[in-house]
């Protein structure tokens, strides 16, 4: 999935997004891969859902994983319902009960969004991705 990266200062943090997606396995709503040099600490997420999932319930898990691009986690979002409402989904009021809040995202490493019950077909919008980069 396409990305763009800016920032205005380095003590800012850097910005990720693109296209939410449907494809209804792990990772299938977006897959980002840390290609900083170093660790980087993930301290917002944020889903502008601009069209919801067609599906009566379809939640999505959002989360760290240092498996693949394809592997379920929710420790950033958990169960966030986006057949409900187009609106902004984020770490903080949808954290579920498996969400901390910030991580720490190591070189090579993945945040990842599947859908984790009903179907997200017909979901659109886009994700957002903050970090700052850890000190080496």
């Known amino acids: 999935m396409g990305y763009f990266s800016e920032t205005t200062h380095a003590e800012d943090g850097h910005w990720i997004s693109g296209n939410l997606g449907t ?3 792990g990772g299938g709503v977006f897959s980002w891969q840390n290609a900083e040099d170093t660790s980087v600490i993930v301290d917002g997420i944020f889903l502008d859902v601009t069209t919801v999932a067609t599906s009566s319930v379809c939640t999505i898990d959002v989360g760290y994983t240092a498996t693949s691009a394809t592997t379920f986690s929710d420790t950033m979002i958990d169960g966030a319902n986006v057949s409900t409402a187009a609106r902004n989904y984020n770490h903080i009021k949808d954290a579920g009960t498996n969400g901390v809040g910030a991580v720490k995202v190591v070189k090579g490493k993945w ?7 009903g179907d997200v077909t017909g979901l659109a919008g886009d ?6 980069k850890v000190r080496p």
């Open 111 to 117: 945040i990842t969004a599947s859908q984790k019950t």
């Open 23 to 25: 494809t209804r396995t």
């Open 127 to 132: 994700y957002y991705i903050h970090y700052r």
